[in-house]
């Protein structure tokens, strides 16, 4: 069959995998290629256990894969074959030299430009689908255009809205698409291009167009906002824990002003993921680089409530059981940054359990999907944790529970069964507010959640 177009993304992660599996899926006339560097990954996306879990993930590979979607790790066939080429590796934050700590690490970014440059033989669109500080799109030119080949580039903003755990339907339906573009006549041809590909199944009005500078931009300002409203309600959690006011009743109170909205004021052990903390960081850094303190202190301050947090969340454990923890068994309950995802990078949990095994606790870890990324992040602590599915059996003789993970699964357990399993007193501590705590005091629990008086038996 003769494919209308030839799209490559290079980096088959969490955004790669599942963007494309959506294109490939809704233009069955376009064939989707997927590059990575990382063969172990590659050959995951080719078997039945895929690299990453999303709902809905599965199907879609399984009914695409093979036919206009197709998983290698031959990048430099892939540039050589494709038009338009998607690039989404990762863009952590820096770790070394200038900047460490706070800017976006470029170098896979830049290598990815290279190896486009290198291999190409004809000239392309090339597509910021990573999430990038606000600029890259020259620096990006400028190597690719330096070629003395003939060939031009043009490169278009499309950064990924995607939310872990609801990928698939955010994907399917979103809320917009944007794209964006130098304003040359060259420049919106591309520009044109991408939207062409997204008309296929998003409504033409949520495709929204803008200069390429607005567009990188953008990702980084709505996850600055949407982590702001984390932090702002976690900011009010605590004041609710010393005045007796109960942080659903205030967030529900000030949701329903339809200003504000119901939705991300949930109180909780604070985000995680791998994006809100490092973008959050990569724009505080440029706002410094470009002379504006003030505004970089501002949004800095978002990830410092964030941190707060989850030190609280320890310091409330320990102080509420007799001041220590020591050869105590504690069970976690979740270690995802979120339900319905197996990720675990930036997860709070990851934080809590190394403080709770430096104060030498017993941690047992549970969760339904990121036993196995726990395994790699707690690497070094691995003698000092028992990793245990069965959250009824994680449970077993622990002398508290802690909620880190707002998975289903544990809003249903019979938790009579497991308070009967457990050391007394038995405390709960529900970081993500999603248990009915009265019900749980009744059972005989000590229960502290998130920004509420706690329900005490002593
Ligand atoms: N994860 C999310 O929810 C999310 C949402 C929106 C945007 N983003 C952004 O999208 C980008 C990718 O994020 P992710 O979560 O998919 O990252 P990821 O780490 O899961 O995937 C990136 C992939 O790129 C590959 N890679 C790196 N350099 C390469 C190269 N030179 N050639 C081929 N492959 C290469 C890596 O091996 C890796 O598999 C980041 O900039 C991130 O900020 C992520």
């Not at 967030?251 to 119901?262: E, N």
């Not at 724009?283 to 989850?310: M, P, S, T």
């Amino acid at each position: 069959m003769e494919f209308e177009k030839n799209i490559l993304c290079i980096g088959a992660g969490y955004v790669g995998g599942p963007t494309m599996a959506v294109i490939a899926a809704k233009c069955p006339r376009y064939r989707i290629q997927v590059v990575d560097i990382d063969k172990e990954r590659i050959e995951a996306w080719n078997s039945d256990h895929l690299p990453i879990f999303e709902p809905g993930l599965h199907d879609l590979v399984r009914k695409t894969r093979d036919k206009n979607l197709f998983f290698s790790s031959e990048v430099q066939r892939g540039i050589q074959d494709s038009g338009i080429i998607f690039v989404s590796v990762n863009t952590p934050t820096k770790t070394f030299g200038q900047g460490a700590g706070r800017a976006a690490d470029l170098q896979y970014w830049e290598k990815t430009a290279r190896e486009i440059l290198s291999y190409s033989k004809s000239s392309k669109t090339v597509v910021e689908k990573s999430t990038l500080p606000v600029r890259t799109a020259t620096a990006m030119e400028r190597i690719l255009n330096g070629n003395t080949r003939g060939m031009s580039f043009e490169v278009v903003s499309n950064p990924e809205f995607l939310a872990e755990g609801t990928a698939i339907q955010d994907l399917e339906n979103p809320d917009r698409v944007l794209i964006g573009s130098r304003e040359t006549p060259e420049g919106i041809k591309a520009r044109k291009e991408i939207v062409e590909i997204y008309a296929n199944w998003v409504p033409r009005e949520r495709i929204i167009e803008s200069n390429v500078w607005s567009s990188e931009l953008s990702k980084l300002a709505a996850n600055a906002f949407l982590a702001q409203r984390i932090s702002s309600i976690n900011s009010i959690s605590a004041l609710c824990e010393r005045t007796e006011a109960d942080i659903d009743e205030v967030a529900y109170a000030i949701g329903m002003d339809s200003r504000i909205g119901l939705r991300f004021l949930k109180a909780s052990v604070g985000f995680g993921g791998s994006c809100f903390k490092k973008d959050i960081l990569n724009l505080v850094y440029i706002c410094e680089n470009y002379g504006l303190e003030k505004v970089a202190r501002y949004w800095q301050a978002v990830v410092e409530i964030n941190d707060w947090q989850q030190s609280r969340f320890i310091q409330n454990m320990l102080a509420n059981m007799f001041n220590t923890v020591a050869g105590k068994r504690l069970a976690l309950f979740g270690f995802a940054f979120k339900a319905n995802t197996g990720d675990t990078r930036e997860s709070p949990a990851i934080y809590i359990a190394q403080g709770l095994i430096e104060e030498r606790a017993q941690v047992v870890l549970s969760d339904p999907k990121a036993l196995e990324n726990a395994k790699k992040d707690l690497k070094k602590f691995e003698d000092q944790i028992i990793f245990e599915a069965d959250p009824y059996r994680a449970a077993e003789g622990a002398h508290a529970i802690a909620i880190l993970t707002e998975w289903d699964l544990y809003k249903t357990l019979d938790y009579d069964r497991i308070f009967d399993s457990m050391a007394q007193p038995s405390f709960i501590f529900d970081g993500r507010n999603i248990l009915d705590h009265k019900r749980l005091f009744e059972i005989g629990f000590n229960v502290f959640a998130i920004g509420k008086s706690p329900l005490k038996h002593f």
